[in-house]
C-alpha cells in the first residue's frame, strides 16, 4: 500500500502562485507514476498533470505553461507548481500514484482562486 499526503493548498488571487506537495510513503519502490487531479463543485474529477518514473511529464491543455508537476525521488515527493492561476483553477487537488496493481489516492487539498 502507498500513503499520500498532501499540503500546500490555499487561497490566492488572481495571478498569484501556489505550490502543492505530496509526500508518499509505504510501498513507494512499487509507484510507476504520480500525478495530481482536481475536481472543482459539480464537476467530474480531471487530471492536471502526470509525471513517470523516467521523468516523462503530461499536462492539461487548461494548465500547459501555468502548471510545472516534479518529482523528487530521495524525499518521495511530487510537487505541483501553479503559476498565474485563474479563477477556473479553484477545486480540491488530489495528488495520485499508480502501482501495478492499484491506484491511490490522497486526501486532497482545497486551492481557491478569488480576489
Known amino acids: 500500500q502507498v500513503q499520500l499526503v498532501e499540503s500546500g493548498g490555499g487561497l490566492v488571487q488572481p495571478g498569484g502562485s501556489l505550490r502543492l506537495s505530496c509526500a508518499a510513503s509505504?510501498?513507494?519502490?512499487?509507484?510507476?507514476?504520480m500525478g495530481w487531479y482536481r475536481q472543482a463543485p459539480g464537476k467530474q474529477r480531471e487530471m492536471v498533470a502526470t509525471?513517470?518514473?523516467?521523468?516523462?511529464?503530461n499536462y492539461a491543455d487548461s494548465v500547459k505553461g501555468r502548471f510545472t508537476i516534479s518529482r523528487d525521488f530521495p524525499k518521495n515527493t511530487v510537487y505541483l507548481q501553479m503559476n498565474s492561476l485563474k479563477p477556473e483553477d479553484t477545486a480540491v487537488y488530489y495528488c495520485?500514484?499508480?502501482?501495478?496493481?492499484?491506484?491511490?489516492w490522497g486526501q486532497g487539498t482545497q486551492v481557491t482562486v478569488s480576489s
Open positions: 495520485a500514484a499508480a502501482l501495478p496493481s492499484n491506484y491511490y
Open positions: 509505504g510501498s513507494i519502490f512499487a509507484i510507476l507514476n
Open positions: 509525471i513517470t518514473n523516467g521523468g516523462s511529464t
